[in-house]
Every structure is written in C-alpha cells, then in structure tokens.
C-alpha cells in the first residue's frame, strides 16, 4: 500500500542530488544516488560512525554454496549500446581472469541471521535508524515515513527499515528466509564476508560469472529479454512507479533461486537485487583500462581522499525495479553505484573466493 509521508514531515529540506556534505541537514538525510535517473537505489547520508567491518574476525576459508569458475577471458562492457553513457559500460575490452569461486545464490535473510546471531553485527542501517523502502512496498506506521527521496520520490526514507524489517518496522522476514538479505550495506556486507571466510567477488568477476560462458550476451541466458515469451528475471513490468502487472510473480524480492540458473549455475545474477562488487565505482574505469592487451584481475581501488563511507562502490545487476522505459539496467554489463554505506530494500550481495 502507498503511504503518504505525513505533511509536516515532506515540508522538511530535501537535498540534492550529490550532495554528501558534513553539513547534511538531517542525520537520517537520503538522497539520490549520483545517477539521477536511477530507479535504482538511493544515498544514504548517515552519521552513525565507523564501521564495524575492521574488528570483524575473518572466518576460516568457506566454498560452501559456491560455484567454481575456471580462469579465462571475456569480453567485458556493453556490446549492444544499450547503456547510459554516465555509467561507463564502454569501451568492450578483453579481460582474463584468474580461476575464483563465486555464490550460486545471493546471501538469503537466513544465511544473515546466521552471521548477526553469532556476531552480534549491526548493520549501518540499523545503527543510522532508517533505510530506503520503495513506496508500493511501506509496511510501517505514517509517523515513521519520514519523507521522499529528492529526485526519486518512489523511495521513502522509513524509520525502523532494516534486514530485518526490510518493508519497514510491522515487516518481517519471518516469511522471507530464503529472500535475499536486503538493506546491507557495502560495509555490511564485507562483514559478512570475513566472518563467512569468503569476499566479495570484483565486478570483472560478477560480470563473467553473470554471462554463465555465453560472448557478449545481453542477459545472462542470450539475447532476448523473455525467451518463448517467459521470463527469465525478477524485474518490473507495467508502468513505473506506480502499476506493476506482476508478470514474473513479483512486486519486490524473490525467493533466491526462482528462475532458470545460467550456464554457471548461477540464479538471478540479473534483477531481484543489486549486488554490491569490490571495487570502487569510476564511470571512465573501462576507458582508461582498454588497450591492446587483456587486463588482468581488474579490481578499482578506493579514490585515496575519501572517507571510506562515502567512497562509490560498484552494484551489478539491477532489481526488481528495473524497467526498460525507465533504467534498462538489468543486463549483465549494466553498472551502478552506491556508496559504501548506502542501503535500501533493493540491494544485496553474493560471495566469491580465490580459487585457492
Ligand atoms: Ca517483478
Ligand atoms: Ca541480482
Ligand atoms: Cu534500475
């Protein structure tokens, strides 16, 4: 059901897009990511402090739920120009790869539990109060919608919204343990991986895993978006924001392993939920990356001179809101970006390894 934000509460400042200033007018402050266009998930503001990532203790070496995928070369980017020029998913260039382990699934609301009961973890979004819920979705009192989002007002910004709660605070995941963990973090979901003996995967990794052995594919099962007309994918279809027809059987997340796996096993690389990679998100990465020569393990650094919370990290893969009238971003070359404490009801993660 969509739930206004109460009056008093929408009068308040909203900020602009790009805008991560200490000055931040609200510490529960969201705002649009630094595409503004995305459906695809807003920025959090958030003065909750530092992670908790760095105390976190690394747990033995674990495949467990992992595919392995033999090194080689690929072709990486976007073949077809269906991208947005802003994201960079060009120039195509050839890229090889060492041999690495990657999830067949993303990491589902049980497999979190799991690691918060044994931890005691917090992740940002509760620590900060709220997180991003898109507005079909709210499960929550009107007193705890704090306001829209600037610039894509189908995100609110709840009070009580967390892993948890991922429809805000009457949610729960009660009905959800093999739906993808949602509202994590990129920090959170580092610590996850030290704690699972796993990392997260480099975006040349995601996206070779997400072809599943196919050349220069749109998706991960070929060319066409609905294969003998059925879907493949957890998208939105119907009119965005607003009426979603439920073709694929869902309004929000999947159970992980719905849909047909691709040629590596792996499911729902594409749509459902963004998936936090490694790297630091630079939209001239491929540019400056091209060349005659293959790349090898490419993995983009953290820009020195920014604080580790607010440095842009690489999301593969689009969600469940992904449109084609709207963000198109629901093909293996897609890029986009959060920053490292951003949440929302839209993103994930899966988990690689080195190969040895
Ligand atoms: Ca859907
Ligand atoms: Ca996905
Ligand atoms: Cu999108």
Redesign the pocket.
Known sequence: MPVDPPASRSLLPLLGAGDGAPSAPHPEALQTGTHGDACCAPTATRHSGEAATPSMPRGARSTRGQVHIDGGSFWMGDSHGDGYAADGEQPVHAVRLSSYFIDAKTVTNAQFATFVKSTGYVTDAERDGVSAVFHLAVDAAPADVLRRVAGVPWWLTVRGADWRHPAGPRSSINDLQNHPVVHVSWRDAQAYCRWAGKRLPTEAEWEHASRGGLDRARYPWGDDLRPGGR?RC????GDFPHR?T???????T?PVTTFTPNGYGLHNTV?NVWEWCQDAFRSTEYVDRAGPEAVVDPVAADPADVPDAHVPRVMRGGS?LCHDSYCNRYRVAARSSNTAESSSGNIGFRCANDAA
């Not at 439920?246 to 929000?252: P, V, Y």
Request: proline share 0%.
């Open positions: 879907w957890n998208i939105w279809q979603n439920l073709d694929d059987g869902f309004l929000t999947a749509g469940y």
